[in-house]
């Protein structure tokens, strides 16, 4: 049983940074695909971003709402993910949820079998 574990989740102004990072324990993140996900209250979890390693390489994917603006990245000898969030703004406050999928692509909400529990990001504009 895979658990994930975020911290860096905080306070920060519009234009700031932020790096959240996803500790993973009972597994090794480089067999699975994990990635992240958030939520603003009343809305449906969002895709933000997946990371993936197979034969061919590493793989990843982000939304379009945050595509040059979020890194996300793994460190396989602490066995933890990060997302590394640049240009901040107000709409990208929410709660953001670490997830890992057994699937190497992943393609839905329904296909990752492990959450955190998340960590809240504010930006004030």
């Known amino acids: 049983q895979v658990q994930l574990v975020e911290s860096g989740g905080g306070l920060v102004q519009s234009g700031g940074s932020l790096r959240l990072s996803c500790a993973a324990s009972?597994?090794?993140?480089?067999?699975?695909?994990t990635g992240w996900f958030r939520q603003t209250p009343g809305k449906e979890r969002e895709f933000v971003a997946r990371i993936s390693h197979s034969w061919s390489g590493v793989n990843t994917l982000y939304a379009d709402a945050v595509k040059g603006r979020f890194t996300i990245s793994r460190d396989y000898a602490k066995n933890t993910m990060y997302l590394q969030m640049n240009s901040l703004k107000a709409e990208d406050t929410a709660v953001y949820y670490c997830?890992?999928?057994?699937?190497?692509?992943?393609?839905?909400?329904?296909?990752?079998?492990?959450w955190g529990q998340g960590t809240q990001v504010t930006v004030s504009s």
């Open positions: 009972g597994g090794t993140v480089s067999s699975y695909a």
């Open positions: 997830v890992a999928s057994s699937r190497h692509y992943p393609s839905g909400i329904d296909e990752y079998d492990y």
